[in-house]
């Protein structure tokens, strides 16, 4: 009678391990799907989203793919060196938005590789300065203006290049102090400004 009494303890407590297990898998499960659920429903509530990602997917089976597709002419046409200053041939009405979004792929034609390497490295070192600024800042309101100033630019950035190069859907971001625009050059060269305070500030407060 004891040995059935703890054979029917053990079964039951195996029997309550295996439902719970079994439950935290489906909560599990149910949890991760929640990221799924949510791009669907973004990427649903808009027609030009999911029209952006086939454009992406295949840019030659869609008209509005010719951007794209010109944009990566010019940049394979650039070469090593590039075609020289102001030898583009793509901007000269090839390219839709030349003088903003693809201004890369020009600046890739005109100097080529090299010219596109040396544009990326002085954004490394803008970027790299705004951290060492950041490190600096005698408070944390400096670090934090200086830290915010530095992710929009590299965000910027990085979104610029690689919608250009077509490794992401296009999302209309242009590049900062490159790109034609009136009120993007204001903003950047404030917050230029204000990177500077923050700089100038802390080296007073560090002496």
């Known amino acids: 009678?004891?040995?059935?009494?703890?054979?029917?303890?053990?079964?039951n407590i195996s029997?309550?391990?295996?439902c719970k297990r079994r439950e935290g898998r489906f909560l599990r499960g149910k949890s991760g799907n929640l990221p799924s659920v949510f791009i669907a429903v973004f990427l649903g509530m808009a027609s030009?989203?999911?029209?952006?990602?086939?454009i992406w997917r295949n840019p030659e089976a869609y008209e509005k793919g010719f951007q794209t597709i010109q944009g990566l002419y010019a940049i394979g046409s650039g070469g090593i060196f590039g075609s020289g200053l102001g030898s583009s041939v793509q901007?000269?009405?090839?390219?839709?938005?030349?003088?903003?979004?693809?201004i890369f792929s020009i600046i890739?034609?005109?100097?080529?590789?090299?010219?596109?390497?040396l544009l990326i490295l002085l954004f490394a070192l803008l970027i790299w300065r705004l951290m060492v600024i950041a490190t600096h800042a005698g408070d944390l309101e400096g670090a934090l203006i200086s830290g915010g100033i530095m992710g929009h630019i590299a965000?910027?950035?990085?979104l610029n290049i690689a919608v250009v190069t077509n490794t992401i859907p296009n999302?209309?971001?242009?590049?900062?102090?490159?790109?034609?625009?009136?009120?993007?050059?204001?903003?950047?060269l404030g917050e230029m400004g204000m990177a500077l305070a923050v700089s100038?500030?802390?080296k007073r407060e560090s002496r």
Do not use: W
């Not at 000269?92 to 903003?100: D, I």
């Not at 100097?111 to 390497?117: I, P, S």
């Not at 965000?155 to 990085?158: D, E, L, M, T, Y």
């Open 1 to 11: 009678m004891p040995a059935t009494v703890s054979f029917c303890k053990v079964e």
């Open 15 to 18: 029997h309550t391990t295996v």
């Open 48 to 54: 030009y989203r999911m029209e952006r990602l086939k």
């Open 91 to 102: 901007k000269l009405g090839f390219v839709p938005e030349a003088q903003n979004d693809m």
């Open 108 to 117: 890739c034609e005109e100097t080529g590789l090299c010219g596109a390497v």
């Open 155 to 158: 965000i910027q950035v990085i």
């Open 171 to 188: 999302t209309g971001i242009t590049l900062p102090f490159v790109s034609y625009g009136g009120t993007s050059v204001v903003f950047l």
């Open 200 to 202: 100038r500030r802390g």
